[in-house]
């Protein structure tokens, strides 16, 4: 439709996938520009992982489309923008969109709605009332996110032991130093929760490197509260749930983290 400052017609969606229903047809022209797009990359409350945040776009001219394009630092590369220039008479064929869409966007206003419905449980009143009690007991040594399902306790200090869980109906999976374990997603699972926080803030994990595998150790006094033990799998990438990889954990050996 046209812009109003330019009054020249342009798409105003972006759309690259195909369905039986949509008619397709070669359109010719002449490539005014090309941008390199990227999204910034961003922590996932409750995971170790990052993702791009679509509402973060940077693009960056260029003179021609390489099969790949450096990002900015703290971007990840989605693609190319391109601008190509056509006859105005040029008949454009009509988007349809596809099911998965409006698939998509039914489970999303579910899970919205589950999500809100389990912060208003008994468990979900819990978990909100913990993370405000660390967020305001170790106020300025640790950073405390959340969304939704996920939280991430972030200590501050270097070797510090940070906390992530994501947690639902179904139970709590929660991630200490390298360490996962599954708590049940009751009150008695926040109870739980609340023993391992207590252990990460004291500097009661241990990260322990054997000849065949790793372990992490949560302490509470003088004995084990819990323990992972994991086998080297000799593959590359990240150890189940966690953010480090095996080589990564062989090279910084044991680890005996430090009070919050």
């Keep these: 439709e046209p812009d109003s400052a330019s009054d020249v017609p342009r798409f105003v969606e972006d759309h690259h996938e195909l369905v039986e229903e949509s008619t397709s047809r070669d359109v010719s ?3 005014a520009e090309i941008f390199a797009v990227s999204n910034r990359l961003v922590p996932v409350p409750g995971s170790p992982h990052m993702i791009n945040d679509q509402s973060t776009v940077n693009e960056e001219r260029i003179e021609k489309a390489e099969r790949f394009h450096s990002a900015p630092g703290g971007f990840v590369s989605m693609g190319f923008r391109v601008i190509l220039e056509i006859d105005r008479t040029t008949e454009l064929p009509e988007y349809v969109e596809p099911p998965w869409k409006a698939e998509h966007r039914d489970r999303e206003r579910s899970a919205v709605a589950e999500a809100a419905a389990y912060r208003d449980s008994d468990v979900g009143r819990r978990l909100a009332q913990l993370c405000n009690r660390i967020a305001d007991e170790f106020s300025g040594r640790v950073d405390v996110r959340s969304e939704r399902t ?12 940070a906390v992530m869980w994501m947690h639902s109906p179904n139970g709590i999976s929660l991630l200490v130093g390298d360490g996962t374990w599954s708590l049940a997603g009751t009150v008695q699972g926040v109870v739980e929760l609340e023993r391992f926080l207590a252990a990460a803030s004291r500097g009661d994990v241990r990260e322990r490197v054997f000849r065949n595998g790793f372990a992490t150790i949560v302490m509470e006094g003088d004995s084990e509260l819990a323990r992972e033990e994991v086998e080297f799998t000799l593959q590359p990438g990240r150890s189940g749930y966690g953010s480090v990889t095996e080589s990564d954990r062989r090279r910084r050996g044991d680890v005996d983290y430090e009070p919050w």
């Design 150 to 161: 996920g939280v991430t306790i972030q200590p501050l200090g270097a070797n510090r032991c």
């Design 29 to 31: 022209g002449r490539v």
